[in-house]
């Protein structure tokens, strides 16, 4: 089975040597202390360090409001509790991160699509969307987006496109809800550093949340994620993690902190992003070679994921079953719809497989692809 | 400052030679492998240890319906998320643990107190309490029980009450969620592995949602701990745990699973039973030296805690300054009640400190209890 669903990193990608010599340090230099529990809001030394990074990339944070989570998923799980009461609106990109809905939807809010276009959220829609839920006395609370190389579409919101939706977001009094686990991976090829500014580096009035994580860059085993807040939605962060899990890991923080501290992370991005960048090259090429005409799709700057829209009428659902048949799994893009729609669009992720897996997974996708496609003309 | 009010292990205590060549084993076997996504319902192989573990004692489970949390807080949280809405009556003992609290208290649940004895709840209030709750049509659906040293109060339920307590889940249709972290803790000196046999080894109709983790026994830092529950409820706590955190820590479970598989947690026990026993004693004698007129208690027969009674009419909230003024702390036992009451009592935790440090911090806290004993009388 060639698995194109999975969304990790490729196993032979993480320094497991490196991160064995960090791990034989603290524990060596720290001994039985890096074993205890770990403060609630997590090491300090490691939350310096994240916003010592995050100064260098022109995001202010202070220390005090930035809180270590288990993974990104439990800083998604934290702000929905903390901001979000049961019929609140969120409103989320079309598509958008099922981590962010499943989150979302465990405390009853209420989830509003907006439309994208290929730089980003369409801000007309944007702007439209949020007057009318207004009008009808809807209580909008929140924008979530992930602004680089987005989960699933790989999309890149423009930088034009982030300053408009930070200006929207204090006309409306809205808070951005800002996911950024990809913003390392951008491809060389066809983005820089300078493309993936995150729009709470221009937060003048404190109204965006952001997170990220270290799962897709250093390794998803470390449960290591990462959310700096405003002041007040910081405290409440906390509080609500304490009675969640208590603390974060203290031996993955440790790791973490002793890998970037080395300067092993920063140093191992280059080969992350040729790596990258080399297999979405080989997906697009094989799309392009064996189902040209049955699919379209944009070739993303950057990430994990390629979007693929079908174009004969047949649903990405109706595909699946033929396509595991052939030995070649993806994920529907119908799940990341709030407003049950997408049914034309496949995940297809070029992370974790090899080139040659890459190119046989297509092969079969492809024919899986056009017997569905077969089946969709003949009913019409 | 003498630290009587960390829910801690001693450091010393924690076997971090022994853990490290654990960790050395699993990532030199399994390389980059150890650093993935561990799956979300927890590593297949420590889900089947705990399993054979807890049937040797008498604990019929299935690794089907186990899910590893991130410590056992989350699985508190979990546990709230899934059966608890808004309104719904948790029954807790008086006192009980403020983990358990705040988790409950956070998905909204209404939190009713059931008094203890010295062997444990109180049964007649128990059926009192739900026979008066019932007919007020409150919804009563669980009773949250710590069967084995209780934090706070260090009580152990005796046997004839765990199964008369079964027998009354039954009879009322109420779950039994037991919360077991110090099971293993018991002191050879007055309890055996027998008197803490769990209320779920006798769960005959699939009530009992039993708790636990490797917090307190292996290392805190771990953030590994476990819900075995009944499969319809397994199924929910797994989708919850999905949007809460996607995967413990799969390193933390290696790591965890190595040292179970050699035994090492086995052979460490008796060690961590004799040195906490002799802490409870020395904590013991400190107290009926320095204090015996002021307070009460009953000496603990496992566990990290003494539960301390002040008989001369000042509360523990009166005690706290004057303590901390003379260099040490505790955790004023009023946090544990969730009726409001609980004033007087005291917890003070004998785990991490030293014995020096004990009968250091009894003799500073024996000088500010008498104070404030003083200021009782002159007030009265």
Known sequence: MVNLAKMVPADDLIPDDLLRRCLDHVLRTQGSRALTYAPLEGLPSLRELIVADLARQG???????????????????????????????????????????????????????VRQETDGIDLDHLEHTVVRLRAEGRRVKMLYLVPNFQNPTGLLISLPKRTAVLEWADRHDVLIVEDDPYRDIYFPDVSTEADTRPIVADDRSGRVVYLSSFSKTLAPGFRVGWVSAPPAVAAKLELSKQAEDLCTGGLDQRIVYEACRRGLLESHLPRLRAHYQQKRDTMVAAIAREMPDQVSWIAPRGGFFL????????????????????????????????????????????????????????????????????????AT
């Open 307 to 378: 979007w693929v829209a079908l174009s004969h009428g047949a649903t990405s659902a109706e595909v699946m079953p033929l396509a595991q048949a052939r030995g070649v799994i993806f994920v529907d893009g119908h799940a990341f719809f709030v407003d049950g729609t997408g049914q034309e669009f496949m995940r297809l992720s070029f992370s974790a497989p090899s080139p040659t897996r890459i190119d046989e997974g297509i092969a079969r996708l492809a024919s899986a692809v056009k017997e569905a496609g077969s089946y969709a003309r003949s």
């Open 59 to 113: 995001v202010p944070a202070h220390a005090d409001d930035l809180l270590i989570t288990t993974g990104s998923q439990q800083g998604l799980d934290l702000v929905a509790r903390v901001l979000l009461d049961p019929g609140d609106v969120a409103l989320m990109e079309l598509p958008s991160y099922v981590g962010a809905i499943s989150a979302f939807r465990n405390v009853g809010a209420s989830m509003v699509g």
